[in-house]
C-alpha cells in the first residue's frame, strides 16, 4: 500500500474545512458536523474582552439557533500547515450577517482521517 503524500493530506484537509465552510454557508450545523471530532472545543474573545467557548457543541447550537449568514458571504481558506498527523488552518470570511471572521483550525489525523480538534476564532465588524 502507498504512504499518503502532502498533496493528499492538504486536499483531504480542505475537503473536511469546506465541510464547516459550507455549514456556514447553509446555516445548518448537520452539514459541518463530520469536520469536528466529537470532543472538539470553540474559543475566542467576547465582547466584553473575555475569553469565551468550550464544547464543539456550543457552535453547533448558535447555528441552529438564529445563524443566518448574508447571501454575500465568502469565505477563503488562507493557509494550511501540515506537520506528519497535526495541522492547523486559518479560514478567513467576510461579511457574515455584518461581521467578519478569521477563524484557526487545528486538526489531528485519526485512524486515516483529518478532524477538527479545536477552533479559535476572531470576530470584527465588516467593513
Known amino acids: ?3 499518503p503524500t502532502y498533496v493528499q493530506d492538504y486536499n483531504a484537509i480542505v475537503t473536511v474545512l469546506n465541510k464547516y465552510n459550507d455549514g456556514c454557508k447553509q446555516a445548518q450545523s448537520s452539514i ?3 469536520a469536528f471530532n466529537e470532543q472538539a472545543t470553540i474559543f475566542g474573545v467576547g465582547a466584553n474582552g473575555k475569553l ?3 464544547a464543539i457543541q456550543n457552535l453547533f447550537d448558535g447555528i441552529d439557533s438564529g445563524f443566518r449568514p ?3 458571504a465568502q469565505n477563503v ?3 494550511i500547515e501540515i506537520v506528519g498527523t497535526a495541522a492547523s488552518a486559518r479560514i478567513d470570511t467576510n461579511d457574515v450577517s455584518g461581521f467578519c471572521f478569521t477563524d484557526f483550525f487545528h486538526l489531528l489525523k485519526v485512524d486515516g482521517h483529518w478532524t477538527v ?3 479559535i476564532y476572531h470576530t470584527h465588524v465588516a467593513p
Open 1 to 3: 500500500m502507498n504512504k
Open 52 to 54: 469565551t467557548g468550550g
Open 117 to 119: 480538534v479545536s477552533k
Open 77 to 79: 481558506i488562507a493557509r
Open 70 to 72: 448574508s447571501p454575500e
Open 32 to 34: 459541518m458536523k463530520p
